[in-house]
């Protein structure tokens, strides 16, 4: 089961709200996705620059393996605070932790609201649908 204190994007990206700051990131499915289980398969991420805006649903980054390359797109808008700098070094930081050690944006909200986003359980059932 994947975090329940978090909700999650169609798009295999998770946010968590914590005070006034959010943490984006990927969830494990994309990672799997992505790599088939090689976690050498992850080669390059791009993260945005502190300070800047991101609208709910923008792609804020990328992410590229050797079989595919992802678009990373902002769960909810706000400000750019900080970047994982640690992930753009060490890819692998996604395979073993993609929702602690792996978070890849920390913003200031422009609100709190996650309407339209999926709590943990919805996620397990929209991943296993998609896995059939």
Same mark, same amino acid.
């Given at each position: 089961m994947r975090p329940d204190d978090r909700k999650y994007t169609k798009a295999h990206e998770w946010v968590l709200l914590d005070g006034d700051v959010a943490l984006f990131g990927i969830t494990d499915f994309a990672v799997e996705e992505l790599c088939n289980g090689n976690e050498g398969d992850l080669v390059y991420c791009d993260l945005p620059e502190e300070g800047r805006t991101l609208e709910a649903g923008e792609?804020? $980054?990328?992410?590229?393996?050797?079989?595919?390359?992802?678009?990373?797109?902002?769960?909810? $808008?706000?400000?750019?605070l900080e970047t994982n700098e640690a992930i753009e070094e060490h890819l692998e930081i996604l395979s073993t932790d993609p929702y602690k050690k792996g978070w890849m944006v920390k913003i200031k909200p422009n609100n709190k609201s996650l309407d339209g986003l999926m709590s943990a359980a919805e996620y397990e059932a929209f991943v296993a649908e998609k896995a059939h």
């Open positions: 792609t804020f $980054g990328e992410i590229e393996s050797v079989k595919a390359v992802a678009d990373l797109n902002a769960p909810i $808008g706000g400000v750019v």
